[in-house]
């Protein structure tokens, strides 16, 4: 299907265990993103990335980690999964370039992770 | 850095009143704002994109302004429905930052009364 995918939709684990959040968009825009939306915090940047390769950190990246090895695929890794990194985690990707300035970013549904 | 707040933070009306939802930022270099639109446990949609250089864009029942001098920005929903209880979420493009990124208010939820 044409779009931006995430997986999985809901996932739970236990504090200490690694968990990878899976994103992948099949426009082959240049720039993709990870925010975490909390109540009372609003949506917040994780990582971003401008291009296979390219990676940087957002507001909140500590506790994370990112790759961006093909275009399409943005996954997002948990190292060692802490209870305050649960929340509700969305994919976005855009267009590269001044001209994205008249375009939108394109949001996936959102991962649910619980951490116990 | 960029704050971008939104009030009110929740807001419920009778069907068929006409409404505004507020968004103010507190660094006018932007390239765009944004208005988008976020439905339960779903991801973010965009409604609106207002450039710069721009005063106000229209989508149907929806339109937007753009203050940039003032760090404002107003969606103004004509005739609600049941169908627009949402949150609706603004969002800044900082002109300074290099990278496109965008800076989210907090979201005013709505809720639109039969």
């Known amino acids: 299907d044409a779009g931006i995918t995430q997986s999985p939709r809901y996932k739970i684990t236990e504090t200490g265990r690694q968990v990878t959040l899976m994103c992948h968009q099949t426009?082959?825009?240049?720039?993709m993103f990870w925010y975490r939306q909390d109540l009372g915090h609003g949506l917040r940047l994780i990582y971003y990335?401008?291009?296979?390769?390219?990676?940087d950190k957002g507001e909140v990246p500590d506790g994370y980690v990112v790759s961006r090895s093909k275009t399409e695929n943005f996954p997002l890794t948990l190292e060692s999964a802490t209870r305050s990194q649960t929340s509700v985690y969305f994919c976005?990707?855009?267009?590269?370039?001044?001209?994205?300035?008249?375009?939108?970013?394109?949001f996936g549904p959102g991962t649910r992770l619980t951490v116990l | 850095k960029q704050e971008v707040t939104q009030i009110p933070a929740a807001l419920s009306v009778p069907e068929g009143e006409n409404l505004v939802l507020n968004c103010s930022f507190t660094?006018?270099?932007?390239?765009?704002l944004q208005w988008f639109r976020q439905d339960p446990g779903k991801g973010l949609t965009s409604l609106l994109l207002i450039q710069s250089s721009q005063r106000e864009q229209t989508s149907g029942r929806l339109n937007a302004s753009l203050d940039k001098s003032s760090g404002r920005s107003t969606l103004y929903i004509a005739a609600s429905q049941p169908g627009d209880s949402a949150t609706y979420l603004c969002?800044?493009?900082?002109?300074?930052?290099?990278?496109?990124?965008?800076?989210f208010g907090k979201g005013t939820k709505l809720s639109v009364i039969p």
């Open positions: 426009w082959s825009h240049s720039y």
């Open positions: 969002a800044v493009m900082d002109s300074g930052a290099g990278s496109y990124q965008l800076t």
């Open positions: 976005a990707s855009r267009f590269s370039g001044r001209a994205s300035v008249r375009d939108t970013q394109y």
């Open positions: 990335s401008a291009a296979a390769d390219i990676t």
């Open positions: 660094d006018s270099a932007i390239y765009n």
